[in-house]
């Protein structure tokens, strides 16, 4: 079984400050990772995935995540945040082989003017 | 893209009574939809997979009796909550991913929030 943890719980940043979320997972087999955001009274909207090849991933919106599999990592970052990415972000892992979608706990990111 | 759409989007129903959410695929078939339940300020916890034409497989700890699966065409699932009381309120979001496309992220509904009172 995987697990997915998000380190932060909330993360204030001011407006066109970088942000950085951090996420976790583990697991025995091959997995593919994935950030989504969550806006209010909304569902999930894919920001990025990490299926293969190159480590470093970038996304919509500016946001670009970095796995790294000897830390089991696979951190969000984005170099210059606006008020309109105030939002919930949850870190995802899902099996290669399987179909199943684990989410870590979430990050709350709270732009501030 | 794909697009997934859940009816109704919010619902408050009195405790006893019995609610049903839709989830649709509006431009693919899926065989599989996923169920999930959020409370607030917490993460998404799957509740059940809903199979095409066959039983749903629920996660340890869902109530197969209290929340109702029924996947019966390629473009709709439906969750119904039966006896809804209070602790049933909260969030549940749906999700499905096109066909052929092992590799690809899930498509998630906008989600129903259920008030129960």
């Known amino acids: 079984a995987q697990s997915v943890t998000q380190l932060d719980s909330q993360v204030p940043v001011f407006e066109e400050a970088p942000v950085e979320l951090r996420c976790n997972y583990s697991?025995?087999?091959?997995?593919?990772l994935f950030w989504y955001v969550q806006y209010p009274n909304q569902g999930l909207q894919l920001l990025l995935k990490y299926l293969s090849g190159s480590t470093l991933v970038k996304g919509i919106n500016g946001f670009e995540a970095e796995f790294n599999k000897s830390q089991t990592s696979f951190h969000l970052r984005k170099p210059s945040v606006h008020i309109s990415d105030t939002a919930e972000y949850f870190c995802?892992?899902?099996?290669?082989?399987?179909?199943?979608?684990?989410f870590g706990g979430g990050t709350r990111v709270l732009v501030k003017p | 893209g794909a697009v997934v759409s859940q009816h109704p989007s919010w619902v408050i129903c009195k405790s006893g009574t019995s609610v049903k959410i839709e989830c649709r695929s509006l431009d693919f078939q899926a065989t599989t939809m996923f169920w999930y339940r959020q409370f607030p300020k917490q993460s998404l916890m799957l509740m059940a997979t809903s199979n095409e034409g066959s039983k749903a497989t629920y996660e340890q700890g869902v109530e197969k009796d209290k929340f109702l699966i029924n996947h019966a065409s390629l473009t709709l699932s439906t969750l119904t909550v039966t006896s809804a009381h209070p602790e049933d309120s909260s969030f549940y979001i749906c999700?499905?991913?096109?066909?052929?496309?092992?590799?690809?992220?899930?498509?998630f509904g906008n989600g129903t929030r259920l008030t129960v009172t």
């Open positions: 697991s025995s087999v091959s997995v593919y």
């Open positions: 995802a892992v899902r099996e290669a082989a399987g179909n199943k979608l684990t």
């Open positions: 999700s499905a991913r096109p066909p052929g496309t092992v590799n690809s992220p899930l498509h």
